[in-house]
């Protein structure tokens, strides 16, 4: 079978059943290959407890394959219908100020309930039974956006009794669990795991250590609630994949534990926003890192399972995506891994919460302007898409990102402006405007694929982690770590043996002895005998033999003293970083860090233009995507050949052009 690469998601039970045919005869005029249908239509599926109907599915799934496109099977659990939930209210989710959420919306579950889950595993096994071995039915994904909704959800009976589950297995006896969480402040011992609450909102303050295991039950709970049905799906579709549809950086569930379960990841793209106003070019580093740190769960190339195809918005709406705009989106969601992109929705809705959160075709179902831009997009990307089939980009850049990190900050984020994501993309732009391709790597990951490893805010640290970080700049690597790094042990305790980054200390050359959280202030700093502005924090460090100053302190009562080193050690250098280093001096570390390890851009920058790359053993597929509405010109690089596009060194508004240059 052809590899698929373009899809849309379809809801043919939103229509008329004559409408159907048409609907496919335009998508197989359009290049369309695939659908992916089901995820919300519990009701249609079981309209009665235990009457299952599954004959509209089956005539749609039958109807698409004549024309010669496949289906993706969802698993509609994330959306229980009305019969259930009036049989079963306990089924709905109570949030932390202890509310019960209502019927009306949806993910309105709580992951735990043994009665849901009970519910999940009949109709799941039904569907896996049935679809299993459908020669259409090409995969499937359970549920939609897992973790999306549950923010602060549940705190219900069974939730609470799951976490005291969850905390017996991990430390045992009541006593291990105050020990770790520290309860002997505030008189919060427990005599027994059955005391213990899931965390309601609190008259004052909360304990950092019970919130972060409350953060990681959470995560595991989703991963639990989804492994059940993945169990199923296995047992019966044994040709089939499972994916699931991520949200970028969303933190509810950790997206690297989770995509042990997939086959690959997907993911959610819609560069419009959620009905905020358009910052066209501010934005693009956060698109970029969103698609970089999704092809970083599972490390391979992903799909996009909703890709922006109108305007967004629910109740108020963005603007419009221009001329070729669309096409530019979903191209730099192939440079960034993507193999596949299926764009959110194929027809706009008439009716229900999403009526003005726009598919290719409007509402009166009329072929327009974004059919036949979508249309032209797909004939000439798809050939490519078979051409470029198993590259992937290979940056000489990582990142490191954590999701217990982000649980950490979220919990105590030290400054209204600090922000654990927000942070790993501000080193992410500054390496973005420069043309330098990033990829994201967990803690577990191979540090040692990259040149240069920056690892901001290494909150919580373990004596693995940090025996890794000194034995990667040992061999050569140059690694960048920042404030607040080494502060605290895996149960979000202060660390007292040593000062900070404590062992860390012997890589990074120094020692921080006092701290300044820059509330409502910025330092001023020099570095290279120029005057720099730097926000959030100062540390106040003591140098170690070796260790040389980069920046320094230029104001406040630590004038003088330094603010950024570089220490060699082993065969590699440490970068400390004191401070969050405002616009223009990250702009100035960065280019001295590439320098200094012989990193280079792969192209000369341009305002507004895009390059990323990708490459499989014999060649390199150069993206250069101009996400301006003007012209832009920019310099082609040597021996290349023009895979898409006709001059290279001009883009038109919003035009890709792929370069292929052979390896030697
Ligand atoms: C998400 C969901 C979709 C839809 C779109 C648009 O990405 O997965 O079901 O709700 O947003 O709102
Ligand atoms: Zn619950």
Avoid at 41 to 56: A, M, Q
Avoid at 126 to 149: C, F, R, T
Avoid at 482 to 506: A, I, Q, W, Y
Wanted: aromatic fraction near 12%; charge should be negative; charged fraction near 25%.
């Amino acid at each position: 079978m052809k590899e698929l690469h373009f899809g849309v998601d379809y809801y043919p039970e939103h229509w008329e059943r004559e409408r159907w045919d048409r609907d496919a005869l335009l998508m197989q005029e359009m290049g369309i290959q695939m659908v992916r249908m089901a995820e919300f239509s519990w009701h249609k599926l079981e309209p009665r407890e235990g009457s299952y109907d599954f004959g509209w599915l089956d005539e749609a799934i039958a109807l698409l394959g004549k024309y010669g496109i496949y289906t993706i099977v969802g698993t509609p659990t994330a959306a229980p219908p009305a019969w259930m939930i009036n049989k079963h209210p306990e089924i709905l989710p109570i949030d932390r100020e202890g509310r019960v959420r209502g019927f009306g919306g949806r993910h309105h579950d709580c992951q735990s309930n043994p009665v849901y889950r009970e519910y999940i595993r009949k109709l799941v096994t039904k569907m896996a039974q049935h679809y299993g071995e459908n020669p259409y039915v090409i995969g499937w994904q359970p549920d939609n956006e897992l973790g999306n909704s549950h923010q602060e959800l549940c705190t219900c009976a069974s939730c609470r009794s799951r976490f005291q589950d969850w905390l017996q297995k991990k430390y045992g006896t009541a006593e291990e669990l105050n020990r770790a969480w520290g309860t002997s402040f505030w008189s919060q011992e427990y005599n027994d795991f059955s005391e213990v609450y899931a965390p309601r909102l609190t008259v004052t303050g909360e304990n950092p250590s019970a919130m972060l295991d409350w953060k990681r039950f959470c995560s595991d709970l989703i991963v639990d609630f989804t492994r059940e049905q993945t169990e199923i799906i296995r047992k019966y579709a044994k040709n089939q994949f499972i994916t699931h549809n991520y949200m970028g950086f969303a933190d509810k569930v950790d997206y690297y534990k989770l995509g042990e379960l997939l086959d690959f990841v997907s993911h959610d793209q819609y560069p419009g926003g959620f009905y905020l106003p358009r910052t066209p070019h501010e934005e693009n580093h956060v698109l970029a890192a969103t698609l970089d740190v999704v092809r970083s769960y599972k490390n391979q190339p992903f799909w996009i399972m909703e890709q922006q195809s109108g305007i967004t918005g629910w109740e108020i709406m963005g603007r419009a995506p221009e001329p070729g705009q669309l096409s530019a989106w979903a191209m730099q969601s192939i440079a960034h891994g993507a193999d596949a992109v299926v764009f959110f929705r194929w027809r706009t809705c008439a009716m229900g919460t999403e009526q003005y959160w726009h598919g290719i075709l409007p509402h009166s179902g009329n072929p327009g302007r974004r059919y036949r831009e979508l249309q032209d997009f797909i004939q000439e990307v798809d050939p490519l898409m078979d051409y470029m089939h198993g590259s992937m980009p290979r940056p000489e850049v990582g990142i490191v990102f954590s999701f217990e990190q982000e649980y950490a900050f979220r919990i105590q984020p030290h400054h209204k402006d600090l922000s654990y994501t927000g942070q790993v993309q501000k080193y992410y732009r500054a390496l973005y405007e420069k043309n330098i391709p990033v990829d994201f790597v967990s803690e577990e990951g191979d540090f040692k694929k990259y040149k240069i490893l920056l690892a901001p805010l290494q909150y919580l640290m373990s004596p693995e982690l940090e025996e890794k970080y000194m034995d990667y700049v040992r061999q050569g690597g140059h690694l960048l770590l920042t404030m607040r790094t080494g502060v605290k042990d895996r149960n979000n305790f202060c660390m007292t043996e040593r000062e900070l980054p404590g062992r860390l200390s012997e890589v990074a050359g120094i020692e921080v002895l006092e701290y300044d959280c820059l509330r409502n202030a910025e330092v001023e700093v020099l570095f290279h005998g120029r005057k720099f502005l730097a926000n959030i924090w100062s540390d106040l460090m003591r140098l170690l033999p070796g260790t040389k100053v980069l920046v320094a302190y230029a104001s406040e009562f630590y004038a003088g003293e330094p603010c950024i080193t570089a220490h060699p050690y082993g065969d590699g250098i440490c970068y400390y970083v004191g401070t969050e280093p405002g616009e223009a001096l990250m702009e100035a570390l960065v280019d001295e860090i590439l320098s200094r390890a012989e990193v280079n851009s792969i192209l000369p920058p341009v305002q507004g233009v895009e390059c990323m790359f990708r490459e499989n053993d014999r060649e390199r597929f150069l993206f250069v995507i101009n996400h301006s509405g003007q012209e832009k010109c920019y310099e082609a690089p040597q021996g290349y050949q023009m895979l898409k596009g006709v001059q290279a060194g001009c883009l038109g508004a919003y035009e890709t052009q792929i370069l292929k240059i052979g390896k030697s």
